[in-house]
T-cell receptor, first 109, second 110 residues
Framework: GQSLEQPSEVTAVEGAIVQINCTYQ??????LSWYQQHDGGAPTFLSY????GLEETGRFSSFLSRSDSYGYLLLQELQMKDSASYFC??????????FGQGTELSVKP | DAGVIQSPRHEVTEMGQEVTLRCKPI?????LFWYRQTMMRGLELLIY????????DSGMPEDRFSAKMPNASFSTLKIQPSEPRDSAVYFC????????FGQGTRLTVV
């Protein structure tokens, strides 16, 4: 089967840096991706890692270590609008995409 | 355009009634997912299709749930009969490297 673990909630202040970790178990791992979801909205894609290392997209970066079955999302220069839920998701070679339970990020002034 | 249109956006129905949720990938797509989201269970994968064929329906909770994808531009998720515990937001998504979600259908079964 597949399973993912991520913290349920994180709190940080504006301008800070926050890291959201994700560990996973899956067979036939293909890639790890991150999604953001605001209240009442749909999940939207942030970042994707298929290979080890860091991917940077503006203020957001994502890291993957396949040997450790571990990844993280790094959010820099936090803004109030970053308050949302963040999901890691694993894709296996069969095309299945499974999401973690989500991390609720609260950004305080 | 990789958009996905879901209908209806909101559905309130009485227990025992049949409910049909619809999904239309705007530009047609071969890989389509149905998810259900609740506070308790998070974002659960119900079923996914590839080339209009169901690949994995192990997440479909029970026989009351069924899904079809007759072509690359349309899919349905049907619940018959519906129960209050089916109340959730149902998302349809298409995927290449990344998944694009529709806005969801908020289903309330009373």
């Amino acid at each position: 089967g597949q399973s993912l673990e991520q913290p349920s909630e994180v709190t940080a202040v504006e301008g800070a840096i926050v890291q959201i970790n994700c560990t996973y178990q899956t067979s036939g791992f293909y890639g790890l991706s991150w999604y953001q979801q605001h209240d009442g909205g749909a999940p939207t894609f942030l970042s994707y890692n298929a290979l080890d290392g860091l991917e940077e997209t503006g203020r957001f970066s994502s890291f993957l270590s396949r040997s450790d079955s571990y990844g993280y999302l790094l959010l820099q220069e936090l803004q109030m609008k970053d308050s949302a839920s963040y999901f890691c998701a694993v894709q296996n070679q069969g095309g299945k995409l499974i999401f973690g339970q989500g991390t609720e990020l609260s950004v305080k002034p | 355009d990789a958009g996905v249109i879901q209908s209806p956006r909101h559905e309130v129905t009485e227990m025992g009634q049949e409910v049909t949720l619809r999904c239309k990938p705007i530009s047609g797509h071969n890989s389509l997912f149905w998810y259900r989201q609740t506070m308790m269970r998070g974002l659960e994968l119900l079923i996914y299709f590839n080339n209009n064929v169901p690949i994995d329906d192990s997440g479909m909770p029970e026989d009351r749930f069924s899904a079809k994808m007759p072509n690359a531009s349309f899919s349905t998720l049907k619940i018959q009969p519906s129960e209050p515990r089916d109340s959730a937001v149902y998302f349809c998504a298409i995927r290449d490297r990344e998944a694009f979600f529709g806005q969801g259908t908020r289903l309330t079964v009373v």
